[in-house]
């Protein structure tokens, strides 16, 4: 595509995005409430077979794993105190939205910290009530010392990210062996902008990562400390966003064009987690070119969640300001309650998908959380050698 067909096709998606309906601010989880409306997992991660045991909202609590600091902060985070032993697993945080956002929302989420390390997998992302047909949309995914962020959508087959030079826009560097979203490791997007992950989010400041879910795609935007468009940066806990003229090009765009959202997606929920090890950060071929020598076995269980979690974990943290879920309005709908600890039992087998629409569906709290454990097998890779043993997934 010529240059200037490209310079087209973007000021035609900013006049869109200038001219689109107001956000209005569904929720805001923020300060001493941030924990309120989210469930927590209690259970082990049988998701993607990671080396922890995601705790229930008491014991994340009494253990402080999960907790607003003095500054005001939401944490998240890997417990760097005890010592475990082989054969166990260490605790860790899961926790997700009690509501879920249909089409036409929009979803920022501003950090300070993010976790990272040898073991680490840290997410925040979307899910629908049954995976993969309701559809997934990861929005921060990294491992280990993995210099960038990750992006991607998991769908059912008929959802891609758009073949190079077919004028879609967007900053960050697609995997070209991985357009297709319905296989297992999704379509993935990689951030090329400095700071998304690492030491340099928080050197930087931090940033902020906004999620447009919209019937004319999917759009993830990130922006470190310094680059904050002032429409976010000085939204407030009440204000709505009306202008998303200054943010530029996204940094994955995901367009209807080459995926029908209303088709491969229903309503939303956030969910934020760290696991250790599992079937993506713990696999050799990407474990050992970082971390191998992190200990005597080169094995990612036993040379890292086994022992102390000081310093080994001392950086697994989220440490967040706000997640903030905003909607165009639309009507309620209500979504199953799927069984923390079993994966989803969802009734009947098939779902309808509704008309498009740019209105958001917003369901309100409905307790449960959890994900079907067969929907994370794309990452499915046996783990040799590993007594708390794993076939891994994400």
Same mark, same amino acid.
Request: charged share 10%; glycine share 10%; proline share 7%.
């Given at each position: ?31 001493? $409430? ?16 990671? =080396? ?9 609590? /009494? /253990? ?97 990210? @758009? ?26 997007? $990689? ?22 879910? =919209? ?11 310094? =680059? ?21 090009? @996204?940094?994955?765009?995901? @367009? ?139």
């Amino acid at each position: 595509m010529t240059v200037m067909n490209r310079l087209v096709y973007l000021l035609s998606i900013l006049s869109v995005l200038s001219a689109v309906a107001p956000y209005d601010l569904v929720h805001d989880y923020s300060g001493q $409430t941030f924990f309120d409306g989210w469930d927590f997992y209690g259970s082990w991660d049988n998701l993607t077979l990671g =080396d922890v045991w995601w705790l229930n909202q008491q014991d994340a609590f /009494q /253990q402080g794993l999960a907790q607003v600091n003095d500054a005001g902060r939401a944490v998240l985070k890997v417990d760097n105190t005890s010592d475990v032993a082989y054969g166990s697993k260490r605790n860790s945080v899961r926790i997700t939205t009690q509501a879920s956002y249909g089409v036409g929302s929009l979803w920022i989420i501003d950090l300070v910290h993010i976790p990272y390390g040898c073991s680490v997998w840290p997410a925040f992302w979307t899910m629908g009530p049954l995976w993969p047909n309701d559809g997934e949309i990861d929005i921060i995914e990294a491992v280990n010392v993995m210099p960038n962020n990750q992006m991607a959508l998991h769908t059912t087959p008929g959802c891609s990210q @758009p073949e190079p030079n077919t004028g879609n826009v967007q900053t960050g560097a697609p995997n070209l062996a991985d357009l297709d979203c319905s296989q297992s490791p999704g379509c993935v997007v $990689t951030e090329t902008k400095p700071n998304s992950y690492l030491t340099g989010f928080a050197e930087a400041g931090g940033g902020v990562w906004a999620t447009q879910f =919209d019937v004319s795609g999917v759009f993830i935007w990130f922006w470190s400390r310094a =680059d904050v468009p002032a429409s976010i940066a000085f939204a407030t806990n009440t204000s709505s966003i009306t202008d998303l003229s200054s943010w530029g090009p @996204p940094s994955a765009s995901y @367009p209807a064009t080459s995926c029908n959202i209303t088709e491969f997606f229903t309503a939303q929920q956030l969910v934020l987690d760290i696991t250790l090890c599992g079937n993506w950060a713990g696999i050799a071929p990407v474990y050992d070119p970082t971390c191998a020598s992190q200990g005597s076995t080169g094995i990612c269980y036993n040379d890292n969640v086994v022992g102390p979690g000081s310093p080994k974990y001392d950086e697994a943290y989220f440490e967040i300001n706000y997640v903030r879920a905003y909607s165009t309005g639309g009507a309620v709908s209500s979504i199953p309650t799927p069984t923390p600890g079993s994966g989803y039992n969802v009734p009947g087998a098939t779902t309808t998908s509704s008309a498009p629409t740019t209105s958001a569906s917003y369901t309100p709290p409905n307790s449960g959380s959890g994900r079907n454990a067969a929907g994370r097998l794309w990452w499915m890779i046996p783990l040799v050698g590993l007594g708390a043993g794993v076939a891994l997934v994400l």
